[in-house]
């Protein structure tokens, strides 16, 4: 089992861009338990890299990284956010009409892939953020918070929020749908524009078969899951043929692997991320539920 000392947690909030299956709820942790059981002088290969969530730790806390993702298109929203300044986050808004019309476009710029990001459900570039009852509504509020108010933290403290959320005919909106989530969204991009740091992330975009000549590193690899939906990512993905080759890697490397679980027995888990107030409050054992670390077992 790998050792955590969560005093040693770097503080401060963890960065990254809003995506599917996002590591940043953990990222700290992550990269902590890398520097607490492996030392800080081995590079460390991100090459399922996604949102970035783990490139950034990587980097705020002064270790060496490569950023990796077979999807051009995320890896270039993660730079086009550093390169671009505040009042351009403000334009990735956008309503569910203009969110269909880029997801019909054939040839998507990288703006277009953000707005598709930000303002969906789930971050899944499909499905539009909110209901189409509610969607007019948060989507004014949104562009109205932003067009008065610098500052996207704290929104609902804004006179703006305040005063539509008061007239609106809609109760429970206010009492149960208050959030503006787009908000959210672009306050993560926010947080990844100040990092100064940042700007040096320079990203690769091969598939992880093409990393089999590297040795002596830390790979940190985050699949898309055994069972999720393959729709989910830019291709199909061989689970199998993936843990494979980690097998082969981890013979000549220090080999990481975040899942819930690996079908292939020649992985255990070696940390376990627990959500211990989830278990108490839903009253259902989260067993095996957990966000894990997996290591080749000998
Ligand atoms: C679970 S996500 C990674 C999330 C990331 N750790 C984060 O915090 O945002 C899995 C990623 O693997 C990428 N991917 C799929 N097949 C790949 C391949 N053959 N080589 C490299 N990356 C691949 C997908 O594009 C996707 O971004």
Known sequence: MLILNEKKIRKGKPIGLPYQGSKKKISKKIVEIIKQNFGTD???????????????????????????????????????????????????????????????????TTDDFLKLLINSFGNNKKDYLYSKEISDLKYKLAKEIIKNHDVFSGYKQTETYKKVISESEWDWFN???????????????????????????????????????????????????EETN???????????????????????????????SISDKRFGAVYSFDKARSTLESGISSKGKNEKLFMVKY
């Open 230 to 260: 393959q729709k989910s990512y830019i291709n199909s993905f061989n689970s199998q043929e993936f843990y494979d080759w980690a097998f082969e890697m981890a013979k000549k490397n220090i080999v990481i692997i975040s899942s819930y």
């Open 42 to 108: 081995k590079p460390i290969y991100d090459i399922l890299g996604g949102g970035g969530a783990i490139t950034a730790e990587c980097i705020l806390n002064g270790l060496e990284v490569h950023y990796n993702d077979l999807d051009k298109g995320i890896t270039d929203a993660f730079e086009r956010v550093i390169s671009q300044d505040h009042e351009w986050i403000k334009t990735l808004i956008v309503s569910r009409d203009e969110f269909f019309e880029i997801k019909a476009k054939e040839n998507k």
């Open 175 to 225: 009492k149960k749908q208050g959030k503006v989530k787009v908000l959210q969204q672009i306050q993560q991009l926010e947080q990844i524009q100040q990092l100064e740091q940042l700007n040096k992330v320079k990203a690769t975009n091969k598939s992880y078969h093409d990393f089999s000549k590297v040795s002596g590193a830390i790979l940190y690899l985050d699949p898309p899951y």
